[in-house]
């Protein structure tokens, strides 16, 4: 019997081959990052790591359907590269900006990076209020960050028009939506709705939140006093 403190990291399951194809063996690179440094680190807990592969990295795998070819994404939160990470090694036609506020996870990233050899990822420290001025991306993307009403405030203002917000979300992700759906248009939403994908891959299927933006892009709500 384990103890918290002495959870093995397993195999890649079977699925894992299908979901990542010739990068599997990057991936499973950054499992032993994650399941070691980033468990002595913090970033993970160590109960984390027996069922990193279905819960966490299959599971933001499959987010990669909802991203086109080429396009810039920015993972706002990234912590220890969930789901950022994983998306920039599975797709290497992606340009993927890790933002996080956190220097201890910054360094952490920026390790990985450098350990896997990605060429196509940047780490920034800051939060997402601060970099809404100087980035304007295709695709951002959020996993356990906080709730969709804080990423909506967060991710819409660092889209490009016409882009889309995918936030990973769990059994909460309808509720939360249905609780901000009403103020998506107004900041220049045109589509919204809950995307279940990767349903092959059993209890790693995940339940993202999508948002699409329109050919304005995000416009900043008035506020109540301006309004009166």
Known sequence: MTDEHSCTLSPPPAEAAGLFGEHLPAMESYAELLAGPGVERGLIGPREVERLWERHLLNCGAVAELIGEGLDVVDVGSGGGLPGLVLAIARPDLHITLLEPLLRRTVFLSECVESLGLRNVEVRR???EEWASRVSADVVTARAVASLEKLVGWCLPL??????????K???AAAE???VGPTLQAVGAVKWGVVEVGAELGDAATRVVRIDMGPQGYRKPRSRRAAK
């Open 159 to 168: 889209l490009a028009p016409r882009g889309r917000m995918l936030a990973l």
């Open 170 to 172: 769990g059994e909460t």
């Open 126 to 128: 800051g939060r997402a």
């Open 177 to 179: 939506l249905e609780a």
